[in-house]
């Protein structure tokens, strides 16, 4: 068995990530999913355009809608349309297509894709990791990356991300055609949904819709919201593909390297546990990995600690605020939203936070001292 450079496991966008920046420098990687083809996965979609950054390629064909306005709504009244501000466009994308597009560029730079390799043992060997699938394939190899998403099991296995794992629970929904929701709008709703909230997400010529709670790692009462929330976007309740699904969230800062093997994305708890925003540290993580694994191949350096540092740093810190400020919003989420959501500048707060232009922690005192001293 010949031993490749860097094995990933999962084709997300945390993995497709990783794989494009390592082919991208050369390095021989190979990418396994357990899936075959790039499936409707529960996911929002949005994200911010300050992504482009990470890429050199440009990432418009799988741009759906440019978002302009966002609508906030407390049990479907108590409207506030904000305007974002221009410069920090928000984009929603079809996720299937992002996993894809991403991918497919790491295989034109050399990265090898199996698809259909589930992924049920790995273990080391002579200083090689040994990664067999559940049809009893082998491959060898000198790194691992762990990106199988919010369900890995390797994470905790090798000691890797959070000791005490804090999930949200959150049910998503496509459907059919655009509803209500008007053109480069997108709508949150707070007050339906106990310790969380439901988004829209316009796309070409369907809607992302999506609940999710936040604390206390119990399930998402979502047919009873979906029953008042739905026909409040123009569909019926019972309409669109629906998904259950558990989405793992940051939850405190922790190791996210040992010898030879990383962890990125979901499987590292990196979303943000206030706003369920998962596909820019997905993103993140798999370029500071590879920056990483790189210097590490070369011999510049015997470990690969550096991941760990600049991910607390670039992310890290920021989401130990944002825990801070979701325990508190979210238990008192009506005055959370007269106090928060409803400031003038909230929403441009909202999106340079989104964007990655401030961090949690730019605004966390003043936001927390707001809600505890009105509660
Ligand atoms: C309902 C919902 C809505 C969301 N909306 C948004 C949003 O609008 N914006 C945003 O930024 N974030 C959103 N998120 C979060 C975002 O979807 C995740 O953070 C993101 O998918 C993380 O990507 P990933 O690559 O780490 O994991 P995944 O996308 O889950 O990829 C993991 C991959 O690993 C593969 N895999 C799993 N196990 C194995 C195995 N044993 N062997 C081989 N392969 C395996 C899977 O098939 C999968 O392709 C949302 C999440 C949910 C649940």
């Not at 209500?180 to 997108?186: N, P, Q, R, V």
Request: with cysteine.
């Amino acid at each position: 068995m010949n031993s490749i450079e860097v094995l990933i496991i999962g084709a997300g966008a945390a993995g497709s990530s990783a794989a494009f920046h390592l082919a991208n420098s050369g390095v021989q990687v190979t990418i396994v999913d357990k899936k075959h083809g790039f499936l409707l996965k529960p996911c929002g979609g949005g994200m911010a355009a300050s992504v482009q950054k990470w890429f050199p390629f440009s990432l418009e064909p799988i741009i759906e809608e440019v978002i302009q306005k966002v609508e906030f709504t407390w049990c479907l009244s108590d409207h506030v349309i904000a305007q974002l501000p221009g410069s920090s466009p928000f984009w929603i994308t079809r996720r299937e297509k992002l996993d894809e597009l991403i991918t497919q560029k790491a295989i034109e730079q050399g990265a090898t894709l199996l698809q259909s390799f589930e992924v049920v043992k790995i273990f080391k060997i002579e200083g090689q990791w040994i990664i067999t699938s559940k049809d009893g394939q082998q491959l060898k190899s000198k790194c691992v990356v762990i990106a199988d998403g919010s369900s890995s099991p390797w994470a905790r296995e090798f000691n890797l991300g959070p000791k005490n794992l804090h999930y949200a629970s959150t049910t998503s929904i496509r459907v059919n055609g655009k509803g209500l929701l008007k053109e480069g709008t997108s709508r949150f709703e707070f007050g339906l949904v106990h310790h969380g909230f439901a988004w829209a997400f316009p796309l070409k010529d369907s809607v992302n819709i999506g609940v999710g709670t936040f604390i206390g790692n119990h399930a998402v009462e979502s047919e009873k919201i979906l029953n008042e929330l739905m026909p409040s976007l123009g569909f019926d309740p019972k309409a669109g593909i629906r998904n259950d699904s558990r989405l793992r969230v940051w939850n405190g800062h922790s190791n996210l390297h040992g010898d030879g093997i990383l962890v990125i994305g979901d499987a590292a708890s990196l979303c943000d546990p206030f706003l369920a925003e998962g596909l820019r540290p997905a993103l993140l993580s798999g370029c500071e990995a590879a920056k990483c694994i790189i210097n590490w191949l070369k011999g510049n350096t015997t470990e690969l600690s550096s991941y760990t540092k600049s991910m607390k740093k670039k992310w890290g810190d920021s989401m130990a605020w944002g825990r801070r400020i979701s325990q508190v919003f979210y238990r008192f989420p009506k005055i959370g939203y007269q106090l928060g959501i409803k400031r003038p500048t909230a929403p441009q707060r909202i999106a340079q936070i989104l964007s990655g232009e401030m961090g949690y922690g730019d605004i966390a005192q003043r936001v927390i001292k707001r809600l505890i001293l009105k509660s």
